[in-house]
């Protein structure tokens, strides 16, 4: 069971994350959702697609844009499609 934790609180937890380039995209479902906050931030991968970030929030503290996903990917990257990834201090164990 991977867990991705920010601030001392599970943010996600899934059994069944797809692992691109070192990161494990977790299902949507899996996400708690009462720690996400929608960002206007997006990014642009010449393979993957348009990029979509959301911003954690845990007890009052913020980390902008320290998740994101895939809404819609390129063929290739079709297994990751609406999953989410996480950087910035979100350590995934």
Same mark, same amino acid.
């Given at each position: ?33 009462? =720690? ?32 994101? =996903? =895939? ?23």
């Amino acid at each position: 069971m991977k867990q991705a934790l920010w601030n001392g609180k599970i943010i996600a937890e899934s059994d069944d994350t797809v692992v691109v380039e070192g990161n494990h995209y977790f299902p949507k479902e899996s996400l708690n959702e009462e =720690y996400f906050i929608e960002s206007t931030q997006t990014s642009v991968c010449p393979w993957k697609g348009t990029a979509s970030y959301y911003s954690i929030e845990v007890d009052g503290e913020v980390n902008e844009a320290a998740a994101w =996903y =895939y809404p819609e990917t390129s063929q290739a990257a079709k297994p990751i499609e609406g999953r989410v990834a996480f950087w910035k201090g979100v350590e995934v164990k």
